[in-house]
């Protein structure tokens, strides 16, 4: 089956800074990647979806200046929590899908904690 | 605005039960899936359901889809305690193919 990483698996940082989270499609070339985030004991709410060269798509209420999405190639995405704050702390998961999937293949999900 | 509940919520059963859960969905969609969720981990696909009248079997667990009816139910047939998980649907939308998630059913299996 189709493997997606995400690296860090766990961060913890200090409310002000930036943390990069990378999201890798490792046997498939991934047209399509989504960001999700789940709070403690809740669904997973869809944040954006980016494509392969070119802007994220955020959802309603999602700001893209705080939480940039690059997608510089087709294994690659990436979500920058800039100048994180204690209320961003969450378990955020991306996911991958290639045209030729009726599916999408999650990661393991990155937590991140801001102090 | 699609939404996607579940009921129950929260579902507490005994080891050899059989129980539904159940995926109401608001606007149309063809494409349906289950995934399960363990505490601190991400997602595992359990089934994709992509027309009406789809039916998958895996194991104690039965997924059937309706569109019409915008329903979809997850049937575990008797449970055992490894079952314990938090079960989520998902509905398909758009040309990107985003996923918006239910509410979660969070399945506690007491031997």
């Known amino acids: 089956g189709a493997v997606v990483s995400q690296h860090p698996s766990r961060v913890i940082c200090k409310s002000g800074t930036s943390v990069k989270i990378e999201c890798r499609s490792l046997d498939f070339q991934a047209t399509t990647m989504f960001w999700y985030r789940q709070f403690p004991k809740q669904s997973l709410m869809l944040m954006a979806t980016s494509n392969e060269g070119s802007k994220a798509t955020y959802e309603q209420g999602v700001e893209k200046d705080k939480f940039l999405i690059n997608h510089a190639s087709l294994t690659l995405s990436t979500l920058t929590v800039t100048s994180a704050h204690p209320e961003d702390s969450s378990f955020y998961i991306c996911s991958a899908r290639a045209s030729r999937y009726n599916e999408q293949f999650f990661g393991p999900g990155t937590r991140l904690t801001v102090l | ?111």
């Open chain 2, 1 to 111: 605005e699609l939404k996607v509940e579940q009921n129950p919520l929260f579902l507490s059963m005994q080891e050899g039960k059989n129980y539904t859960i159940y995926c109401n969905y608001s606007t149309t969609s063809d494409r349906l899936y289950w995934y399960r969720q363990d505490p601190g981990k991400s997602l595992e696909s359990l089934f994709v359901l992509l027309s009406n009248g789809a039916v998958k079997q895996e194991g104690r667990l039965m997924a059937s889809l309706d569109t019409k009816a915008r329903l979809s139910t997850l049937h575990i047939t008797a449970a055992v305690h490894d079952l314990s998980a938090t079960y989520f649907c998902a509905v398909a939308r758009g040309t990107g193919n985003q996923f918006y998630f239910g509410t979660g059913t969070s399945l506690t299996v007491i031997p």
